[in-house]
């Protein structure tokens, strides 16, 4: 059973103790993916993976047979264009150990968890990695299943598990936490511009605002 606070303000995530590992976003998977759009998933964990590398969240990434899946999306692997994903033979990625040496190096606990598919590549790696000590939240609309049901099933079990579900706007919302953090709202908002919708209209006022100068008296 977890030991890390779900409520207080130790609940919410930082940067700082954040890691984050994305699992085979590759054209393969995508192809049996029905639980959710996929330019939708496509657009959500782009804009998750530019969030991490805007304040500086230790991001791994990783496929499962990329020869015959397909490599990356290209989109994700330009935002960290030096970083060669950990191609796995194992569909539990918490099995591979390369994968759990990087996370381990980081020397962080609060591991942030998205892929294809919920059901399988990412149910699997969180419920392992929650056994060992990891307080593990599982970015629900950067990852998808095989159906409706395939999805929802799996964000249901790793809940009884004490998993935290979050969604990838909520992520970096709890990442910024003081719009006076002004050199990390800039940064965020570069990153959430393309990818955030209605969102990303309502940061780009919030930001003008900010920038305003108060009438003098």
Sequence with gaps: MSTFPKTGL????????????LIDH???????????????IVNNVVGLAKAARAFDVPTILTTVIEERG??????????????????R??????EDPRVVD???ATGRKKLIIAGLYTEICVAMPALQAAGEGFDVYVVT?????VSAEAHDMAVRRMV??????ITWMAVLAEWQRDWAREESA???GAAVAPHGGASSVALAWELQLLATPAPSA
């Design 10 to 21: 130790a609940a919410l995530l930082t940067p700082q103790e954040s890691v984050l590992v």
């Design 26 to 40: 590759q054209p393969f998977q995508f192809a049996n993916l029905h639980s959710h759009e996929p330019t939708m």
């Design 70 to 87: 397909g490599t990356i999306l290209q989109p994700l692997q330009d935002v960290f264009p030096d970083q060669k994903p950990i191609n």
């Design 89 to 94: 033979t194992t569909i539990n990625t918490w």
């Design 102 to 104: 990087a996370v381990k």
């Design 141 to 145: 609309d950067a990852s998808g299943g």
């Design 160 to 165: 009884q598990a004490g998993i935290t579900p």
């Design 186 to 188: 800039a940064a965020m």
